[in-house]
């Protein structure tokens, strides 16, 4: 198991454990984190899966898919480097505890 710790903007954390291969949005509505909706059920047409990528872990990651890249343009809160769709990162061993920040808002 991977650990995924999702970082609310007021601060309160909550750390789940992942299997490879899982999305980092589906972790995230499966137990409950708050702020991660993923309307679009993972198909990269929503954004409401935006997260914010701890900046060491973004070498873990893939590249963006432009699909992706252009999803985050219509995002409600600001994109950073770091930003992400969650439903677009999947979990490796190398990402175990990884820290994923939840934007103040989706909509």
């Given at each position: 198991?991977?650990?995924i710790i999702y970082?609310?903007?007021?601060?309160?954390?909550?750390?789940?454990?992942?299997?490879?291969?899982?999305?980092?949005?589906?972790?995230?509505?499966?137990?409950?984190?708050?702020?991660?909706?993923?309307?679009?059920?993972?198909?990269?047409?929503?954004?409401?899966?935006?997260?914010?990528?701890?900046?060491?872990?973004?070498?873990?990651?893939?590249?963006?898919?432009?699909?992706?890249?252009?999803?985050?343009?219509?995002?409600?809160?600001?994109?950073?480097?770091?930003?992400?769709?969650?439903?677009?990162?999947?979990?490796?061993?190398?990402?175990?505890?990884?820290?994923?920040?939840?934007?103040?808002?989706?909509e």
């Amino acid at each position: 198991m991977v650990r995924i710790i999702y970082q609310q903007a007021d601060g309160e954390a909550l750390e789940v454990n992942a299997s490879v291969g899982e999305n980092i949005m589906q972790i995230a509505v499966d137990h409950g984190v708050d702020g991660i909706l993923g309307r679009c059920g993972g198909f990269c047409q929503c954004g409401t899966c935006h997260v914010y990528v701890d900046t060491p872990w973004l070498e873990t990651l893939g590249e963006m898919c432009p699909e992706e890249d252009a999803m985050l343009e219509g995002v409600p809160v600001e994109r950073l480097s770091n930003s992400r769709l969650g439903c677009q990162v999947r979990v490796s061993a190398a990402m175990d505890g990884m820290v994923i920040t939840v934007p103040v808002c989706q909509e």
